[in-house]
């Protein structure tokens, strides 16, 4: 048993990062193994989904099929129902169409997939392991797949579920204006965390050598959220506070470590395996808060709802849901990180929201009103782009999409909070997702030191695939990159387009959340920067 | 019962939760068992793995537009076979 193909998943990863910390400075680069990869193989920018988000970017990419096809926007979807709108937590059941877990598993081959999101409660028929990612840790035994391998894990000298696991706990206690002895604390948790998947990666290629062996590093995006400005090589000029430079050293040991870790997986794996990297977007810096349901309600789409008194109240005002009058409410924007608008349409009479025959019309007005929607000193205007949903999310899935999705100057996340101005300058920069990625590949049959044009995130399940000696279904949207590998490769390894993929639906879920639910993943979300 | 009460054990096995009493109809998720909002969300989606179907259990956990503070296991049981009896009614 032998790994043939090593994926390794760094969220957030971006070039503007990686190919500073791959130079060397005074001495050795800060990622001396990665500047190996970089030498000896070839990388692309990777183009994410039109909104720069896990859930839709990660699927994705495991997938192969844009979020029209496979139906998940966001971390959590709502249902509209009479004048209430229910959110739901989305789930692997959720995603509409195949994965490549699935697909290498039904051909034969052993997968091992570590961190990924979205991939619990996992597929019973998948042939190998799964680990998933956003999962706290007291519900991963029951989500890892096969049984009994999570006692198997837990036999790893050191391993720690609790470290490994997404912790609620931390991410609940800590606000979007981090106190600097927070936002350390917070860069120093996932040096261990990140340990603790490369403990059990090491242990499973070691121990089963699965045919695609994959694992997700995700510190890099969380770390990026709160500390871009140690990061960001635009940010390192001028006077440097000692916590600055303190913090920007801590932040480089977390790339430091990481690229130990994938010295040891790549040459764990051995000279004979092809290894790809990939992260779900890039990173860059918002300097603004868009509060854009209040432009909203300036505009007349907008109702908020009165805040009841006492402690209902308070919780009210402390939620992160728009508390919306929706007898009145035509449009909206359900959560920050859909960086959406949704139009309220009456689909039965006596339905709130507009009539189905006023749509075109009212998103063409409300199209209007967003491109209106100006700096004051600049006249620049805040929405960079404004997508009708049928332009970015053709599918089967496309009515769960916002009805326009939204694209900020500094491409950060909107605020949904009732409050005044609707546009006001950070007092520090913050680090958002940026649209594009990295791609890289390494090993045997691939191009060495090139840099290739953008590829789209839908190519790496495409990649992975021939990789592996699969064909590549007839309905994935992506393709092989054409330069990656050798010709002498290619011609021994002839790509060859297959049978479409498999139904990859299981059924909708129907749950609902309490304000309580909602309010612990709206801190999960705020703490990785899409809240105010 | 038998179903729920195996599930919710197998789930806190790891947890290192203290419940006087032993598991049963009467057992509280949050009082009892120490359940978190996130962990009712697992245990829905644990509950319907098992039975391979969705539940729908907003019904549930919201009474009169609020949502309810806590619930037995005998609740949830009575819950879940009510779904089950009305499914192969209707089928």
Redo the contacts between chains.
Sequence with gaps: MTVRTLFIGMDGATFTVLNELTKPVSGEPVMPFLAKIFAGGSRAKLRSTPNPLTPPAWVSLMTGRGPGHHGIFDFIRAEERGDEVFFTLFDSRDCKVETIWSIASRQGLRIAALNFPFTAPPQKELNGFVVPGFIPWRHLRRNTHPEGIYDRLKAIPQFNAQELAWDFEQEKQSGDQLSDHDREAWVSYHLPREQQWFKVAEYLMREEAPDLMAVLFDGVDKLQHQAWQFVDPAYQTGELSPYHLRMRELSLSYFHQLDGFIEKLVTAAGPKVQVFFASDHGFTASTEIVRINAYLAEKGYVHWKPIPEGEAGKRRDNSYFAYLDWSKTTAYCRTPSCNGITIRVARAPGETGIAPSEYQAFRARLIRDLEDFKDSKTGERIIAEIHKREDVFPGAAMTNAPDLQLVLRDFGFVSVKNKLPSVEPRQYPVGTHHPDGVFMAYGPGIEAGKMLGRRNITDVSSTLLYSLGLPIPSDFEGAVPPNMFTAEYKAAHPIVIGAATESGGREVQTESMSDDEKANIMEQLKMLGYME | MATVVAIVK??????GVDCAEPIGADTLLAANLQF???????L???LE?CYD??????DL??RD?S?VGDLSLGQLSAFVDAQLIREETTS
């Design positions: 197998d789930l806190t096995q790891d947890w978190t909002s996130v962990d009712i969300i697992q829905c989606v644990a793995e179907r969705r539940f729908g259990f907003q956990l919201m537009g949502y």
